[in-house]
């Protein structure tokens, strides 16, 4: 461990084992040395801080104030300590184990078939995936990551890293786009079939578009409409009409040439996406490199066969 000029780690384990055992002879059984040592380290200890930090009588040993708020720093420091030599253990362990995820069904879908790198990496690490909509009790449902798309509960039981912001833009099939023609314009849309999206709360969800700079919505005339977001990235993928997707959810069908990106430049902002993970003492290594897996392959424009 490391010393501090004239105030030595094991001269600060010592004054704590007085401390907490409110004696010279225990402390030096706990600390495995002998009386004496212990008397030594806990006189340099005070030489050192200018201050008595017991009130010793033939009966007792007490702390005196400064001893008190010394013995309070020295725990905490001693805990830091700790928990930076578990980490680092931790880091050097092979992870393994169970690792329950929940995530959208839209980034299931790019996650699922970079999993077998994920498993040449980490052969002793199993991944437990459900693909969902519903918003699952992290904590109830013992979800070790649960990845959320949007506002975020005000849970304090969670810890939550950010993974990515997402833009909210047009898509259609190319059969869709050779049979009705191509849209190059926001007034073109007004000639094409529009398959919306129906929230959870029962309202359609308008078309949220930049119009050279200035953010406008329509509420275009729907041939088909979605209560689900799988079933809308299909809908699209079948050819049924244009839609309004989450970028990161279309981005795979773009990638294999089943969408077509339309009107990119009237993408908006969206959702922010977050991982949020219970909060726990440490992380453990399974449930950290499952969740560097899952940013790094939802990560705009990156590459998940390719991720370092």
Request: aromatic letters at 4%.
């Amino acid at each position: 461990m490391l010393d501090t000029p004239g105030a030595s780690m094991q001269d600060i384990s010592a004054f704590v084992a007085v401390a907490q055992t409110g004696s010279f002879t225990r402390a030096a059984e706990k600390v495995g040395t002998n009386k004496s040592s212990v008397g030594k380290a806990v006189q340099r200890l005070e030489k050192h801080l200018g201050t008595r930090l017991f009130q010793r009588t033939t009966r007792a040993v007490r702390l005196t104030e400064d001893g008190e708020i010394y013995l309070a720093a020295a725990l905490a420091a001693l805990e830091h300590l700790r928990d930076a030599e578990h980490a680092l253990a931790a880091q050097r362990a092979e992870p393994a184990g169970r690792v329950r995820v929940d995530v959208p069904p839209g980034f299931g879908r790019i996650i699922l078939p970079t999993l077998g790198l994920l498993r040449a990496r980490h052969p002793k690490v199993t991944v437990e995936m459900a693909m969902a909509d519903r918003m699952s009790d992290a904590v109830g449902d013992g979800w070790d990551i649960v990845v959320r798309i949007g506002h975020l509960p005000a849970d304090s039981d969670m810890t939550v890293r950010k993974i990515c912001d997402l833009k909210l833009g047009l898509y259609a099939a190319p059969s869709y786009l050779a049979a009705r023609g191509d849209i190059a314009s926001i007034d073109d849309l007004h000639g094409h079939d529009a398959v919306l999206f129906r929230s959870y709360t029962g309202q359609l969800r308008p078309w949220s578009l930049l119009d050279n700079g200035t953010r406008r919505e329509l509420m275009p005339a729907p041939a088909m409409i979605m209560a689900d977001g799988h079933a809308l990235v299909e809908a699209a993928v079948l050819g049924f009409g244009v839609a309004q997707l989450l970028d990161g959810f279309a981005r795979p069908f773009v990638a294999d040439g089943r969408l077509v990106h339309v009107l990119p430049d009237a993408d908006v902002p969206g959702p922010p996406t977050h991982a949020l993970i219970p909060v726990g003492h440490r992380m453990p290594a399974r449930t950290r490199v499952v969740l560097d897996h899952i940013v790094a392959t939802l990560q705009p424009g990156d590459d998940s066969a390719t991720i370092p």
